[in-house]
């Protein structure tokens, strides 16, 4: 018997605003900037396409402008908050309990913390103490896919299993109020916080099944997109490509 995906779900966080509250918000981020410049920005979030974006942080939080570490702990408040209720709500789909999981493997970028969150969730949902624990960070984008790739690997070898793959992320924690750069500016009006859950496991009924797990390593590529860590906090990096800037 091969691995299915069980189920899956999501955790939004409690602020949403619309396109046209966003817009608003960034008219005030940037009111200082000379015209040409504000005006370029403006576009860029009305041609997001973002109908509708959450987030752990206030908009005010925001414009007001909290320091790296008050933006981390926020980071870890919500990454476990938001991660308990998508594993349950996901444990609730499936028709499982916390014990049933051999496996829990967790990913993120936007925010650091050790122990890592996958222990807080194991201690809130009294989950087996042999479960097998696997943090994958600093791989952005590409971590979520990654996930399923080692979860289904895993279970590969023991379809008899479970396991557990969440997803958190916050990237308005790493929003940096003073940085108006271009970098910046793109990945605020494209990202929005969430946290999305997936469980593997045996099942007999028609289900999802994922058939490949191939990875593949673009050479000399590393300036395409990451983070400057500086004493403000996360910088985000971005190919000139992708901003726009000459």
Known sequence: MISKILSTATALPRYSFSQEDSLAYVEKWVQNLPDRERRKILKIFQFAQVDKRYTVRDMDQMLRGESFQERNNLYIEEAIRLGEIALKKALDKAGLKPEDL??????????????????????????RQDIIRLPVTEMGCAAGTSALIYAHDLLKAQPHKRAAILAIEFPSCTLVREDLTMTNIVSTA??????????????EELKPAIVGTEMFHFYDAIDMMGYDVRNTGYHMVLDKKCTGEN
């Open 190 to 203: 494209i990202f929005g916080d969430g946290v999305a859950c997936t469980i593997l496991g045996p099942s």
């Open 102 to 127: 051999d496996y829990i493997i967790t990913t993120s970028c936007t925010g650091f913390m050790i122990p890592s969150v996958d222990a807080y969730l194991i201690n809130k949902l009294r989950m």
